[in-house]
C-alpha cells in the first residue's frame, strides 16, 4: 500500500509541475523585489544513500540529478564509528559532530503545531545529552528571517531552532503548496525509505551488521525513496540549488556516502570542500555551511563545516563507487595487516633470539630485519601502483617490501653497517614528508594511514605515520651525525628533525600530539650527541616547549577565518569556550583503550624485551649486537634514545596511543640489529698451510 501511495505521489506531483513553475516563478519575482535573497536552497537527505544505489533503472530521478550536478563521497562520520539518521540530521541542526548519545535510529516524530511543528522532548539534546549547539541551523535562520519548509523528521530536526520548533512542517512533499516554495528560499527533506527498513528490523535500531536487507528490498526500497525525492524535484523552482546527501550509514560498517550539488556550472564536477582538503569528500557539516552561506547568511563560528566547492572535471559515479570499495577492501585488510604485522615482530625477536646467541644465521637475519623494517612504508608506496583489490594490495605491499630490501642492500652502502638503515630510514621520512607535500594521497586509504570512511582524518598526518617519520627522520640524521660528528652532525640532527616537526605542525600535517612528541626526541638526541646531560626537569621542559610550539601552531591556524581553520585552530577556539576538556577526555579514553590492544601491544612488548635484554645480557641475547652498534655508532645509540623518548610521548598525547609507540619500535629495532649484525668482527678463516709450511711442518 505504501508503495501504491508514493507511486501515485508522484504522478500528481508530476501533473502539478506546469502549474507549480509559473506560481513559483511569479513568486520569485516578488521575493526579489522585496529586497529577499535571490538564492534558494533544497537539501534532500536521503540516509544511507551510496553510489552504488544509484542506477538509470531504479532511481531516474536520482540519477538524473547526479548527472546534472557536482559530485563526491560523504563522509558521515559523526561520534561513534557509524551514524544513525539521528545523529545525522542533528549533525547538520549543530554544525558540528552531533550525537544523541546512545544507540540511536530515527529522528523523533514532531508533533503539528498550526503550519509548524514541535520535537518532542527536543530539551534533552542540550540540557541532558550535552549537545549544546544543537539548533544552531534553526536559530541562525530565524535570527536572519530567512523563511524554510521541513519535510520529514529529519529535516524538522535539522531546522529546529533551540526549543524544537519548526515554523513550516509537512510530512510529504504533496502537501508542499508551490506558494510556499517561492516564499521560502529553503526546504529541506527527510526520505527515510531507504533507511526505514533497516531499522524496522532492528527494532528501530542501526543494525549491528553490515547489511541487513536482501539485495532485492534494497532496489524495493531505493524506488520508494527516489519517487518521494523525484516528487520534490519536480515542483522546485528552477533556480533553486539542490542538495543530496546520504547522512546516515544503515549498518555496522561504515560507508562513504552520496554528495551531490547541482547549482550553476556545477555539472560534471568534483564535489568536496576545504574541510576535508579534499576536492572529492565533504563531510556533514558542509551541507551545515553551505545552506547559510546560499542563502546569504553569515555562518556562525561554532559551525565546523565549510561551504561545499565544485572542483576539478571529470567527476563520474565509477570512479566514486570505486574510493568506496577501495575504502573497504583497505578496512577489511586493516586488522589483519596489524596481527600478520605482530605476529612478524614477535616471530622474528624469537629466531633472532635463538639463532644470534649461537652466532648462527647472522646473514639472513640482517636481512629479515631490514625487511621487517621495510613493511610499514610499503603500504604507503603501494598507493603509488593502480590496485583495484584485495590481492593486488597485498602483492603490491610485497613487492615494494622486496624492493626497498633489495636497494638496501644493492650499493656499495651495503658494505657499511650502517648502510641498509641508511636507506629504510631515508626512504620511509621521504616518503612521508614527499606525501605531506603533495597532498597525502599515499596515507589516504592505506592500512597505516586513515579511511576517509573512518572519518577520523582526510589530510596531515596520521598518528601512525607521525611515528614513522619521526623515526625514520632521527635515524636518518644520525647517519649523517655519524659520518660528521660534532657539530655537523648536531646542526643536521636539529635541522632535519626541525623540517619534519614544521611539515606535521604546520597546515600540511596538521598534527597536534606530533609536535608535542617530536621536540623532546630532537632535543634528546642533539643533546647526547652534545655530550650533554639528560635530566627529567630537561626532558619536562623539551616537553613543555613542544606544547608551546604546537600552540604556536594552532593559534596561527586560528588566526585564520573559520572556514579555513583546521582542527588546530578549533581546538583554541574551544580552549576558549572551554570545550577543550571533553575533546582530551575523549582523547585520553581513546590512548587507554589501545593499551589493551591484541595486535600493538606484542610489538612493544617484545620489541621492548628484547632490546633490554639484549643491553643488559648482551651475549647471551643477541651475540653482542646491540653494543657492537652502539661501539660502531654513537651517534645511532643517540638517535635510538631520541626515537624511544618521542614514542613514548607520542603514545601518551596522542589517541593513538600505543600504535605510536608500537610503529616507531617497529621500524628502529630491527634496524638497530641489522646494524649490529654488520658491526660484529667478522671471524677468521683458518689459512691453508703452503708448501714449504707443510714442509716445515713434516722437518719438524
Not at 39 to 63: E, F, K, S, Y
Not at 86 to 110: F, N
Not at 561 to 570: A, D, F, K, V
Request: proline content about 6%; overall charge positive; glycine content about 12%.
Amino acid at each position: 500500500m505504501r508503495r501504491v501511495l508514493v507511486v501515485l505521489a508522484v504522478v500528481v506531483a508530476h501533473a502539478l509541475v506546469g502549474l507549480a513553475a509559473p506560481a513559483a516563478a511569479s513568486g520569485r519575482a516578488s521575493v526579489r523585489d522585496a529586497a529577499e535573497p535571490a538564492g534558494r536552497v533544497a537539501l534532500i537527505g536521503v540516509p544511507g544513500l551510496h553510489w552504488d544505489d544509484l542506477t538509470p533503472g531504479d532511481t531516474p530521478n536520482l540519477w538524473e540529478l547526479a548527472g546534472q550536478s557536482a559530485i563526491g563521497s560523504l563522509s558521515v562520520r559523526t561520534v561513534g564509528s557509524v551514524t544513525c539518521p539521528y545523529d545525522g540530521w542533528l549533525t547538520v541542526s549543530a554544525g558540528t559532530r552531533s550525537a544523541v548519545g546512545y544507540a540511536c535510529g530515527a529522528p523523533p516524530v514532531p508533533r503539528q503545531a498550526g503550519e509548524g511543528a514541535v520535537i518532542p522532548h527536543y530539551r534533552y539534546l542540550i540540557d541532558v545529552a550535552g549537545q549544546q549547539e544543537a539548533g544552531t541551523l534553526g536559530e541562525t535562520l530565524k535570527a536572519a528571517g530567512r523563511c524554510s519548509i521541513a519535510i520529514g523528521p529529519g529535516a524538522a530536526l535539522a531546522l529546529a531552532d533551540r526549543q524544537g520548533a519548526v515554523a513550516r512542517y509537512h510530512d510529504s512533499p504533496l502537501r508542499v503548496r508551490s506558494t510556499d516554495l517561492a516564499r521560502c528560499p529553503l526546504v529541506a527533506m527527510d526520505v527515510d525509505d531507504l533507511i526505514e527498513p533497516y531499522l524496522a528490523r532492528a527494532g528501530g535500531r542501526l543494525p549491528r551488521v553490515p547489511d541487513e536487507l536482501p539485495a532485492a528490498e534494497r532496489r524495493d526500497a531505493l524506488r520508494l525513496a527516489d519517487a518521494k525525492a523525484g516528487a520534490l524535484l519536480s515542483v522546485l523552482p528552477p533556480d533553486t540549488t539542490v542538495l543530496l546527501a546520504g547522512l546516515s550509514d544503515h549498518g555496522s560498517v561504515p560507508h562513504l556516502r552520496v554528495a551531490a550539488m547541482r547549482a550553476p556550472d556545477a555539472q560534471g564536477r568534483l564535489l568536496g570542500a576545504a574541510s576535508t582538503h579534499r576536492e572529492d569528500i565533504s563531510i556533514i557539516t558542509d551541507f551545515t555551511a553551505t545552506v547559510l552561506s546560499e542563502l546569504g547568511v553569515p555562518v556562525p563560528a561554532t559551525v565546523v563545516g565549510t561551504p561545499l566547492k565544485a572542483g576539478s572535471a571529470g567527476a563520474s559515479i565509477a570512479e566514486l563507487r570505486r574510493d568506496d570499495a577501495t575504502a573497504q577492501a583497505i578496512r577489511s585488510v586493516k586488522g589483519g595487516y596489524f596481527t600478520v604485522m605482530a605476529v612478524l615482530q614477535v616471530s622474528f625477536y624469537l629466531v633472532a633470539f635463538l639463532l644470534l646467541r649461537r652466532r648462527k644465521g647472522l646473514s639472513p637475519v640482517r636481512v629479515a630485519a631490514v625487511a621487517l623494517a621495510a613493511l610499514p612504508v610499503s603500504s604507503y608506496l603501494v598507493n603509488l601502483l593502480p590496485w583495484s583489490g584485495l590481492p593486488q594490495l597485498v602483492g603490491g605491499v610485497l613487492a615494494w617490501t622486496a624492493a626497498v630490501t633489495l636497494l638496501a642492500f644493492a650499493g656499495p652502502w651495503r658494505r657499511r653497517p650502517l648502510g641498509p638503515l641508511a636507506v629504510v630510514a631515508g626512504v620511509t621520512a621521504l616518503t612521508l614528508a614527499g606525501d605531506l607535500l603533495t597532498g597525502t594521497t599515499l596515507q589516504l586509504n592505506s592500512v597505516m594511514g586513515y579511511g576517509a570512511d573512518v572519518g577520523a582524518r582526510y589530510y596531515g598526518l596520521g598518528n601512525i605515520p607521525f611515528a614513522l617519520l619521526a623515526t625514520g627522520t632521527l635515524l636518518a640524521a644520525t647517519v649523517i651525525a655519524h659520518r660528521w660528528p660534532g657539530r655537523v652532525g648536531v646542526g643536521a640532527i636539529v635541522a632535519l628533525g626541525a623540517f619534519a616537526m614544521v611539515l606535521g605542525g604546520s597546515g600540511l600535517g596538521s598534527d597536534f600530539g606530533g609536535v608535542i612528541a617530536f621536540v623532546p626526541g630532537i632535543a634528546v638526541t642533539a643533546l647526547i650527541l652534545s655530550g650533554r646531560r639528560v635530566s627529567l626537569v630537561k626532558l619536562g621542559a623539551f616537553c613543555a616547549a613542544g606544547g608551546v610550539i604546537v600552540m604556536g601552531f594552532a593559534w596561527l591556524n586560528y588566526l585564520r577565518p573559520p572556514r579555513e581553520q583546521s582542527h588546530l585552530g578549533r581546538f583554541v577556539g574551544q580552549v576558549l569556550t572551554g570545550e577543550a576538556f571533553d575533546v582530551i577526555w575523549r582523547k585520553l579514553h581513546a590512548m587507554l583503550a589501545t593499551l589493551l590492544s591484541p595486535n600493538l601491544m606484542p610489538i612493544v612488548i617484545a620489541a621492548a624485551a628484547f632490546l633490554v635484554y639484549a643491553i643488559l645480557r648482551p651475549e647471551q641475547a643477541s651475540a653482542g649486537v646491540v653494543p657492537a652498534a652502539f661501539e660502531h655508532s654513537p651517534a645511532l645509540r643517540a638517535g635510538l634514545i631520541g626515537t624511544l623518548v618521542s614514542g613514548v610521548i607520542g603514545m601518551l598525547v596522542n589517541d593513538s596511543g600505543a600504535a605510536v609507540l608500537s610503529m616507531a619500535l617497529a621500524l628502529a629495532v630491527p634496524l638497530l640489529l641489522a646494524t649490529g649484525i654488520g658491526a660484529l668482527p667478522r671471524p677468521r678463516r683458518a689459512s691453508v698451510p703452503g708448501v714449504g709450511e707443510q714442509l716445515a711442518g713434516v722437518a719438524k
